[in-house]
């Protein structure tokens, strides 16, 4: 109905959410800024728990990251991004 509001969710893998100051490719609009909570060096790549209002996120970045717990990460999302209805875990 139109002007009904439900709630869902948002799925996204870690390994689709890039640090925007390392992505190197061509950026469509898909931004979003979150909060670092803390960071996880792993060797090959880096761990990092971010906030982004009432949610949190784990994104993997790269090992030359200029990530810094509790401050702000401009990310980009791809577009592998799915909704699902929460109610029962189907995509929409």
């Known amino acids: 109905k139109l002007g009904e509001c439900r709630q869902l969710v948002l799925g996204i893998r870690p390994e689709d959410i890039y640090e925007q100051q390392t992505y190197d490719r061509p950026i469509d609009g898909n931004t979003l800024r979150a909060r670092v909570e803390f960071l996880e060096p792993l060797g090959n790549?880096?761990?990092?728990?971010?906030?982004?209002?009432?949610s949190e996120l784990v994104v993997r970045l790269t090992p030359r990251?200029?990530?810094?717990?509790?401050?702000?990460?401009?990310?980009?999302?791809?577009?592998?991004?799915?909704?699902?209805?929460?109610?029962?875990?189907?995509?929409?």
């Open 45 to 54: 790549e880096v761990l990092a728990t971010c906030v982004l209002g009432e």
């Open 65 to 92: 990251t200029s990530a810094r717990s509790n401050e702000l990460l401009d990310l980009v999302v791809m577009e592998h991004a799915r909704i699902f209805e929460p109610s029962t875990g189907e995509a929409v």
